[in-house]
């Protein structure tokens, strides 16, 4: 899939989203979209460098013609700051690549975890997002919640190794249908036994029962089920994600939404994703290797 950028600041991967013949929603491919990144301003700066003596050169570090992005220039400056390196040796916006890699080189990342992205996953499973939320540091996630919204917002995610399996494909087709029928059956079962007066489930207000029949019903809910979220991380992390989860080690799901991932991030700051190399596998997914896997 292509990477579309939005007014040339977010860029997406869409997917297509497909239909069973009873008309379930599935999808085959892992949506992304970027929602934020960072917005920086350096001329805040102004009244703390004008405070040193002039000899030291310091005003004229506001007045780089070379632009970086935003990522790149706060991660730049943060690590500049470490060494008071704002006078004429310093190493210039033109020079940023050189002076990232000597970052990645000595293994001082912590530069890095100044500067998040936020991106919107959807097309991935429930079980792709278990395996998400062990990664604690410097993560942040708002995912669904199956207790407050389901029925006609219920959508699947066919397993890679299927879809080319005409076999396993009609048969993910049959099942996520059946589940689907059941998860409908046990919620409205469920609704009526409450409106009949057996106390089934308790709850005081209409809100809290559709809640409580939801959280009931969705035990039936496979793995497969779609399972949308935000995920926000500083650079470092991403990095980390990255090498984690975009190898030939991890599983494939996860490894084909975090090289989508790479490839929207390495637009908005490629000084701080560009020592990423692609890999391709046998299977036909891509992974990610770099020289400063501890960057």
Known sequence: ??????????????????????GIRFLQSPGVAVMA????????????????????????????????TPAETLCKMAGQLCYFS???????????????????????????????????WWGVSRSLTHELVRHRAGFGFSQVSQRYVGEKTLRFVERPE??????????????IENINDEYEFRTEYLISRQREGTEILSAE????LRKKVRQAARSVLSNET???????????????????????HAEVEIRRVGFETFRCLSVLAPLLFGDFETVHFSDGTHGLKTAYPKV
């Open 86 to 120: 704002f006078g004429p040796g310093r190493s210039t916006n033109v020079d940023a690549g050189r002076y990232f890699r000597s970052i990645m080189e000595s293994g001082h990342g912590s530069v890095l975890e100044h500067a998040s992205f936020t991106v919107l």
């Open 37 to 68: 990144v960072p917005q920086v301003n350096l001329y805040g700066m102004r009244g703390f460098l004008s405070g040193f003596s002039d000899e030291l050169g310091f005003r004229d570090y506001l007045n780089d013609p070379i632009s970086l």
């Open 1 to 22: 899939m292509s990477v579309n950028n939005v007014n040339g600041i977010f860029p997406t991967v869409a997917p297509d989203v497909f239909e069973t013949k009873k």
């Open 162 to 175: 299927y879809v080319d399996d005409l076999f396993l494909h009609e048969r993910f087709m049959r099942w």
């Open 205 to 208: 207000r209409k809100t809290d």
């Open 226 to 248: 779609e399972a949308p979220i935000v995920v926000t991380a500083n650079v470092r992390a991403w990095r980390h994600f990255f090498n984690m989860r975009v190898s030939e």
